[in-house]
C-alpha cells in the first residue's frame, strides 16, 4: 500500500518543544512549515520541504534563509477568507490525492488565541470530513495527543471554493495555481456508519481520556474505560465524556453518527505517526 506520512508545522505562538517537534520530523516523509511554522522548524534546526502562507507572521530572515536553501514556497494573499492552514491541507491533497493512505500529523494547533485554535480545529475536521477514508489527522502537542472520529453520516467530498495560491520553484520562477475543484457529494453506499478508534493508540492505561462532540450532537459507544456508553447521544461541546479513565489495554471508541475529538496526555515516546483508526471498517457485531 502506498504510505506517506505528512508533518504540518502550523504557527501557534505555543509551540511544541524542539526536541519533540525534530522526533516528529525524522519520522515523517514530507515536512510542511505554516506560515510563522518555519520560525518553529528554524528552533529545532529543521529545514522544512515546502513553506505555505501568506509570510504575514514569518521572520524575513528565516524566510530568506529557507529559499536560499531551495525550500519551495506556496504562497496565498493576505486578504482571503481561508487560513493558511486550509492551504496547507489543500497543498497535501492537491500532492497525495493518488495514495490510499496518508497519515497526516499536526503540531503547534493550540496554545495559542482562542479564535485561532477553534479555526485550525474546524480546518482539520473539515479535511476528515472531506476524505474520510483517510486516517484522521493526529494532533500533537506538547501536553496532549488528539484526533477526529468522523462517522459517515458527517462525511462529505466537496470543496466550495478552490484556495489560490502562487509557487516560487527553486529555479525562482513562479507558478499560480489553484486547489482542484471537487464537486459536492453526499455519503456514498459504502460507507459504514462507523468510526472505531483503539484507544491504546492514544493513551495508555490509567490516563484520561476525553470525548467531545463537535457540531452538535454524537452518538459514541465505550468500552474498556471507568465510564463505558452504548450508543449514548452526548450534545455537542457537553462535558460528559471528560476525563474518562482507560481501564483495559484493549479499550474502544465508536462513533456512530455526528463528530468527536478525541483528547489524551501527550505519550513521550512512541510512533506520533500511528494509524489511529480504520476510518470504514466492515460491519461486525460486538
Not at 81 to 90: E, K, R, T, V
Not at 135 to 162: G, K, S, Y
Not at 235 to 261: K, M
Amino acid at each position: 500500500m502506498d504510505t506517506d506520512s505528512i508533518l504540518i508545522i502550523n504557527g501557534s505562538p505555543g509551540g511544541i518543544s524542539p526536541q519533540r517537534l525534530a522526533r516528529l520530523a525524522a519520522d515523517a516523509t514530507t515536512v510542511l512549515a505554516v506560515d510563522s511554522g518555519a520560525n518553529w522548524a528554524h528552533r529545532a534546526k529543521l529545514t522544512p520541504d515546502v513553506l505555505v502562507g501568506d509570510f504575514d507572521s514569518i521572520d524575513p530572515e528565516i524566510k530568506e534563509s529557507f529559499c536560499q536553501d531551495g525550500v519551495e514556497l506556496v504562497a496565498s494573499p493576505v486578504d482571503k477568507d481561508y487560513s493558511d492552514l486550509d492551504l496547507a491541507l489543500g497543498e497535501v491533497w492537491r500532492r497525495y490525492a493518488t495514495l490510499q493512505t496518508v497519515r497526516l500529523v499536526v503540531c503547534n494547533t493550540l496554545g495559542g488565541r482562542v479564535d485561532h485554535e477553534l479555526a485550525a480545529l474546524g480546518s482539520l475536521l473539515t479535511y476528515a470530513k472531506r476524505h474520510p477514508l483517510l486516517p484522521a489527522p493526529l494532533i500533537v502537542e506538547d501536553n496532549c495527543r488528539a484526533t477526529l472520529l468522523v462517522a459517515a453520516d458527517a462525511a462529505f467530498i466537496a470543496t466550495d471554493t478552490p484556495l489560490a495560491s502562487t509557487r516560487c520553484r527553486a529555479d525562482g520562477a513562479t507558478v499560480t495555481s489553484t486547489a482542484p475543484r471537487v464537486s459536492s457529494r453526499a455519503r456514498t453506499p459504502d460507507m459504514i456508519d462507523l468510526a472505531r478508534l483503539d484507544v491504546s493508540n492514544l493513551a495508555e492505561v490509567g490516563q484520561t481520556l476525553s470525548l467531545i462532540p463537535l457540531l452538535g450532537p454524537a452518538q459514541i459507544t465505550v468500552t474498556g474505560m471507568k465510564w463505558e456508553l452504548a450508543a449514548a447521544t452526548i450534545d455537542g461541546l457537553s462535558a460528559r465524556g471528560l476525563s474518562n479513565i482507560v481501564t483495559d489495554a484493549d479499550a474502544r471508541a465508536i462513533v456512530h453518527r455526528g463528530c468527536v475529538l478525541v483528547v489524551a496526555p501527550s505519550k513521550p515516546t512512541g510512533d506520533p505517526h500511528q494509524t489511529l483508526h480504520s476510518p470504514r471498517p466492515q460491519s461486525q457485531g460486538r
